[in-house]
Each structure stands twice: as structure tokens, then as C-alpha cells.
């Protein structure tokens, strides 16, 4: 009499995988062949893919201009701002140069005032040459 081999239970997760992937293999080609469908359809869609591009407006030339306009936003932007620091700092050194107890601000307020009027200035170059250079000033 022989015995056989008890089922080993430790590899049981890598039976059932294998089972299940070779049962999902056999049903692929039953079920790929019941689908029926518009062999053109990938056509169609690529056709109105391109016509959607086509007439879509993100191509080069937008996105320039739109960088162009974000552009001008932050070189106004940064005008104001310094425009503003140099304007607050020019009260508050005035201020300061009038009161012989407030020589401590009188430092920070012309510091304030120099970097105020730097970026004004930076930004009214930049402003200046970018519409020179764009053609877009005249």
C-alpha cells in the first residue's frame, strides 16, 4: 500500500493566483471576440481630436501673448509696490529728520526708501524695454 503525499497548505496563496490568472486568460479571448464594435472608431475619435485642436486656441502664439500680458501685470504690480515702500519710507525719513528722538527708524526708513526706489525704477526699465523690444508701445 502506498501513501500519498499530504496537499502542502503553505503555498495554497500561489496556487489560487495561478488558478485565477489562468482562468482570466481562457475567458480574454471568448470575451474579446463577443464585444462587437465600429472597427472606424478609432478614426472618429482621432478625427475629432484633431478637429478639437484644430480650433482650439492653446497653441504658441497665445501662449506667448498670455505670458506677455502676465508679464506687464507683474512688472505694473511691482511699480506699485515700490513705488509705495519708497513713498511710506520718504514720510516716515522725513518724519524721523524732524523728531531728534526717532534716530533709530531714520536707518530703516532710507533703506526702505533706496529698495522702494530701486524696484520702482527696475520696473519701469523693464516696462520700458519690453514694450520697446515687443513693438508693442507704439
Known amino acids: 500500500m502506498t501513501m500519498e503525499a499530504p496537499v502542502k497548505v503553505k503555498d495554497i496563496q500561489y496556487r489560487a493566483l495561478a488558478s ?7 475567458i480574454l479571448p471568448a470575451w474579446a471576440q463577443s464585444t462587437t464594435g ?41 511699480g506699485v509696490v515700490g ?14 529728520s524732524q523728531d531728534d528722538n526717532a534716530r533709530e527708524d531714520a536707518g530703516r526708513s532710507l533703506i526702505g526708501f533706496i529698495v522702494g526706489s530701486g524696484i520702482t525704477i ?9 514694450s520697446y523690444m515687443t513693438g508693442s508701445g507704439t
Open 20 to 26: 485565477a490568472t489562468m482562468i482570466g486568460m481562457s
Open 122 to 130: 527696475l520696473a519701469v526699465l523693464i516696462g520700458v524695454v519690453t
Open 83 to 96: 513705488i509705495a515702500l519708497a513713498g511710506i519710507s520718504g514720510v516716515k525719513l522725513y518724519k524721523s
Open 38 to 78: 465600429d472597427p472606424s472608431a478609432p478614426l472618429e475619435i482621432l478625427k475629432t481630436a484633431r478637429q478639437k485642436a484644430a480650433s482650439s486656441s492653446l497653441n504658441a502664439s497665445s501662449i506667448a501673448q498670455g505670458g506677455n500680458n502676465l508679464g506687464i501685470v507683474f512688472t505694473i504690480l511691482f
